[in-house]
């Protein structure tokens, strides 16, 4: 069959064409958020609360599309997709960002934050807003911070209560220079691996323990799969939200405060929730592993061997950054 029109028709079909062309340019656009985390947690909350308010603030127009549990991968690649563009968003801690932005490892730095309330104080401050130009400048976009909390030593092999207890112990970090150089400083035997690996490996024994946050010990069932967590607060931990540079440089003014209105509506939120997990946190595990609390001087035999890696990371973090750091941040 064919299609024949005259002048009036070629007109007329113009015109719905354009007619429709608004209703095209108005279709949703949908954005792919990423997370290692489990869906009990507070940060998958957190994400939640930010594509529901998305949703309103845009009329529908601006979708947020969650994947937590590393459906998207593991961190590094989650990074890099984010990086390249071809994944929107993701969230995750300064240290797995330090492969891409090695200014980030400063925030890494065994016993550099003294409190929860320094480290948001300094993160929504000028020390924050230096830390994104970094990240601008290897593609990253930072919207949002959110608090992990203190993390501590956790195993299944012995009680820790000295750092001399460490020795040999094989750790599992995260992919970060300065925790490989903090934990060989503790003698013990730090590998590399993906959060979405951890389980299994503590499982299977592959590796003794790790370091984490009491609440996410809960979240992601750990207490099943080690026995000892001791107290030491050696890194105030907090998930960076970022977003594609590119992405985020080509939305609108009005788009970019519309991100800025529902990041603080579940930043709020997602703080003051991880507050109380971090409290309930050790009464619900005491039950299920021996907690051991240091003493000041126990602690402090920890921190002394932490800060000794310090000078190691003067050329790539930057001596001045991490003078600047232990200021804003109020080491611990």
């Known amino acids: 069959m064919t299609l024949t029109l005259n002048r009036r028709g070629f007109v007329a079909l113009a015109g719905a064409t354009a007619l429709a062309s608004p209703a095209i340019a108005q279709r949703a656009r949908a954005l792919r958020f990423g997370s290692p985390m489990p869906t009990s947690s507070s ?13 309103k603030l845009s009329g529908g127009k601006l979708k947020i599309e969650l994947y937590p549990n590393a459906q998207l991968g593991g961190l590094k690649d989650m990074l890099t997709s984010v990086q ?35 480290l948001r104080t300094a993160l929504e401050g000028g020390f924050g807003k230096k830390m994104e130009g970094y990240a601008r400048e290897s593609g990253f976009q930072i919207v949002g911070y959110w608090l ?4 501590h030593m956790l195993n299944n092999v012995r009680p820790v209560k000295t750092a001399a207890d460490m020795n040999g112990l094989k750790m599992r970090i995260i992919s970060s220079q300065v925790y490989m150089a903090a934990f060989r400083a503790l003698s013990a035997n730090p590998a590399a691996l993906d959060y979405s690996e951890l389980y299994l490996a503590l499982q299977q024994k ?3 323990g790790m370091d984490l946050g009491l609440p996410d010990v809960i979240s992601g069932k750990y207490y099943e799969v080690v026995k000892y967590a001791t107290l030491t607060s050696h890194v105030i931990d907090f998930f960076a939200a970022s977003m594609n540079k590119a992405l985020y440089d080509g ?10 209105q529902a990041m603080k509506t579940a930043t709020d939120w997602q703080w003051t929730q991880q ?4 409290a ?8 299920q592993i021996e907690i051991i609390h240091l003493s000041p001087t126990e602690r402090e035999e920890f921190a002394k061997l932490g800060r000794s890696v310090y000078p190691q990371f003067e050329a790539s973090i930057g001596k001045d950054l991490i003078a600047e750091a232990t200021k804003a941040l109020g080491a611990a």
């Open 280 to 287: 309930a946190a050790e009464d619900k595990l005491k039950s």
């Open 251 to 260: 939305m609108t003014a009005e788009e970019k405060g519309m991100i800025a």
């Open 206 to 208: 592959t590796v003794d």
């Open 84 to 118: 390249l563009g071809t994944q929107s968003m993701l969230i995750t801690v300064p240290a797995w960002y330090s492969s891409f932005v090695k200014q980030m490892d400063v925030f890494t730095l065994p016993f550099i934050s003294s409190s929860p309330e320094r």
């Open 43 to 55: 940060y998958h909350k957190a994400m939640e609360i930010f594509a529901e308010e998305m949703g």
């Open 275 to 278: 507050m109380a997990d971090i």
């Open 148 to 151: 992990t909390g203190p993390r």
